[in-house]
């Protein structure tokens, strides 16, 4: 797999979904399978993968808007750890306010 899908378990199944639907016909164009679909996790099991986009897969749940000021290096640093651990903002957020309520915990 490669890094884009890392920790997004939602986009390997999509990925195989797409791979599972196709099969090559004799002439060697796609020729689409009569095998049922399997399902997207997260998704309802009618969900038809042909009408599932990219926002519904990035679908998190999450619907507070959060807007801050932050340091550059911050941000940037921020983006970083997203990109190589496969999170989105929100969830990195998350996490951390997660890590610092157990570090006040212990103290």
Not at 49 to 70: C, K, M, Q, S, Y
Not at 94 to 99: C, I, W
């Amino acid at each position: 797999m490669t890094t884009k899908t890392k920790g997004r378990p939602h986009l390997e199944a999509l990925m195989d979904v797409v791979a599972s639907g196709y099969e090559q016909g004799a002439d060697g164009t796609p020729a689409v399978k009569s095998a049922p679909q399997p399902t997207l996790p997260g998704l309802p099991a009618n969900t038809d993968p042909g009408e599932v986009d990219g926002r519904t897969l990035r679908a998190t749940g999450r619907t507070h808007p959060f807007a801050t000021r932050i340091r550059e290096d911050v941000h940037k640093q921020m983006k970083r750890i997203v990109v190589r651990d496969g999170l989105t903002l929100g969830e990195l957020l998350e996490k951390a306010v997660e890590a610092y309520e157990r570090e006040q915990s212990r103290s």
